[in-house]
């Protein structure tokens, strides 16, 4: 199926450097932003901010209105200020990794021993796959032991880059606020969740990060993954059980 018109506008305003670090800016700070912030936030003028923001408005990228932003009080005018819509996140950004899906599912295929079923093939093909990356980045970053913290340190730089968009909402819990298999998993939820678990368990044992776990734990236009680390019962967040397949 095509992109239809509005689809393709959208993507036409990405074509400029600016307004994708502009776009990026602005949803990585989940709240509306005025053009000073915005233009302050990347280094240019304001006029210059205000072009580019315009034009993003115009291809139904974000939304405007004179909504003060959190935590501004000032008497008098209120500041025009911006947000991401729905629909540009869905058209747009976050990136998708539906080539890495597709290279899981295709070696699945490929590979699939007699007495396992086409799902389990895909599983183990996924923690492969996870399992690969993450003792490639332990090679590179050779961060040592890791305890719970630094591994989902270790692992929301890597996920930020596959754009799983992760969110360190408290010392050992990484919420992944992207599924890079969207709208797909929304097709197919039990198997690509499960692929994607298998993924992110697998990277995390490469890794060397055995006191963090990949769970299930899907909400709505998020991640069905959420990566938790280990918890002894005196609350210590360094100490837990190895992570689990």
């Known amino acids: 199926m095509g992109l239809d018109h509005a689809s393709l506008t959208s993507l036409a305003a990405f074509g400029d450097a600016t307004r994708r670090r502009m776009f990026e800016l602005i949803r990585h700070e989940r709240r ?6 915005v233009a302050e936030g990347l280094g240019i003028s304001r006029k210059l901010a205000a072009f580019h923001l315009d034009k993003l408005v115009a291809a139904g990228l974000l939304q405007a209105s004179y909504e003060p932003p959190t935590g501004i009080r000032k008497v008098g005018r209120r500041p ?6 729905g629909e540009a996140i869905a058209v747009s950004i976050p990136e998708r990794r539906y080539g890495m899906l597709a290279d899981v599912l295709t070696e699945a295929v490929l590979t699939e021993t007699d007495g396992e079923s086409a799902r389990d093939a895909a599983l183990r093909v996924a923690y492969a796959r996870g399992e690969a990356l993450g003792g490639a980045e332990r090679e590179r970053v050779r961060p040592g032991r890791l305890g719970a913290e630094r591994g989902l340190g270790v692992a929301a730089e890597t996920l930020e880059e596959f754009g799983f968009e992760p969110e360190r909402t408290t010392p050992t819990l990484l919420r992944l606020r992207n599924c ?4 797909l998993a929304a097709k197919a939820p039990e198997l690509v969740c499960a692929v994607n678990q298998a993924f992110l368990a697998g990277y995390l044992h ?3 990060s055995d006191r963090t776990t990949a769970v299930l734990a899907p909400r709505p236009g998020a991640c069905c993954v959420e990566l938790r680390g280990e918890r002894m019962p005196g609350g210590n967040p360094e100490a837990g059980t ?4």
Do not use: D, N, Q, S
């Open 32 to 37: 509306p932003m005025t053009r000073e912030e």
């Open 80 to 85: 025009k200020v911006y947000e991401p819509t």
């Open 180 to 183: 890079p298999f969207h709208p």
């Open 206 to 208: 490469g890794l060397g």
């Open 242 to 245: 190895a992570c689990e397949r």
